[in-house]
């Protein structure tokens, strides 16, 4: 289920999906249930959520999206 979308991403931004795969992120893409999102040493990625909900995550950053 689509929770969310990339406003922005800058350097290395990837989602990681419950089987394992990953992509790369960049503005417009769509982030899911399951998903961890991850930034590297130069990593910025910006979301904006169903909910209205705005987050950003920094260099360095691991985030699993759960509900």
Sequence with gaps: MRVGEVVEARG??????????SRDLAAGDGV???DKIVT???GFVRLQMVDNAKL????????V???
């Design 12 to 21: 290395q931004t990837i989602a990681v999906d419950p089987k394992k795969a």
């Design 56 to 63: 950003d995550l920094r260099c360095y950053s691991i985030m």
């Design 65 to 67: 999206i759960e509900q």
């Design 40 to 42: 590297g040493g130069d």
């Design 32 to 34: 899911f249930v399951g």
